[in-house]
T-cell receptor, first 109, second 114 residues
Framework: GIQVEQSPPDLILQEGANSTLRCNFS?????LQWFHQNPWGQLINLFY???GTKQNGRLSATTVATERYSLLYISSSQTTDSGVYFC???????????FGTGTRLKVLA | EAGVAQSPRYKIIEKRQSVAFWCNPI?????LYWYQQILGQGPKLLIQ????????DSQLPKDRFSAERLKGVDSTLKIQPAKLEDSAVYLC????????????FGPGTRLTVL
């Protein structure tokens, strides 16, 4: 089955810093989502982005499907950005999402 | 628009007991998913319904786990009997399952098996 790897596994930032999170996948995909899991465990939708680039405030994402990766950019990080970031992909020819290993982000005040 | 609802939010049981979780998806969403998330890991798909039919249950431990989706809307996930390794957060999600298949998640049920 498709493999989904995220990097880095852990990241510590000072408030105001920028960061880039990466999601690599081993096969072609139909769908891709980025989520933020907050300290209470809720998975919050950030982007639905099977291809192209999207922006939402301080966050933006780019998926290059032909090269099998997606990037999540966080600018001017805030303490509320802390938590775990997951990408999830739906491989072509399947109808189910597979989650990546996650990136645990901690933003220090 | 109301989100995905789940209950209970927390449950503590003894091993070998039974437990059931309930999920109400977003109105109009044909696809419903149950995931298991063990501490420190990403969510793992247990079962996926399209309306009231099962699309995928390849990772559901069928000797102890069962799930149903009544009339293609609400769903119940049951564990009988529970084991210590079932301690996890159980997440329900739903999607429209069209050209754009974006999942939306409920708050989850945290299960502790003692």
């Amino acid at each position: 089955g498709i493999q989904v790897e995220q990097s880095p596994p852990d990241l510590i930032l000072q408030e105001g810093a920028n960061s880039t999170l990466r999601c690599n996948f081993s096969d072609s995909v139909n769908n891709l989502q980025w989520f933020h899991q907050n300290p209470w465990g809720q998975l919050i939708n950030l982007f639905y982005i099977p291809s192209g680039t999207k922006q939402n405030g301080r966050l933006s994402a780019t998926t290059v499907a032909t090269e099998r990766y997606s990037l999540l950019y966080i600018s001017s990080s805030q303490t509320t950005d802390s938590g775990v970031y997951f990408c999830a992909v739906e491989a072509s020819g399947t109808y189910k999402y597979i989650f990546g290993t996650g990136t645990r982000l901690k933003v220090l005040a | 628009e109301a989100g995905v609802a789940q209950s209970p939010r927390y449950k503590i049981i003894e091993k070998r007991q039974s437990v059931a979780f309930w999920c109400n998806p977003i109105s109009g969403h044909a696809t419903l998913y149950w995931y298991q998330q063990i501490l420190g890991q990403g969510p793992k798909l247990l079962i996926q319904f399209q309306n009231n039919g099962v699309v995928d249950d390849s990772q559901l431990p069928k000797d102890r786990f069962s799930a149903e989706r009544l009339k293609g809307v609400d769903s119940t996930l049951k564990i009988q009997p529970a084991k210590l390794e079932d301690s996890a957060v159980y997440l329900c999600a739903s999607s429209l399952r069209g050209t754009v298949n974006e999942q939306f998640f409920g708050p989850g049920t945290r299960l502790t098996v003692l």
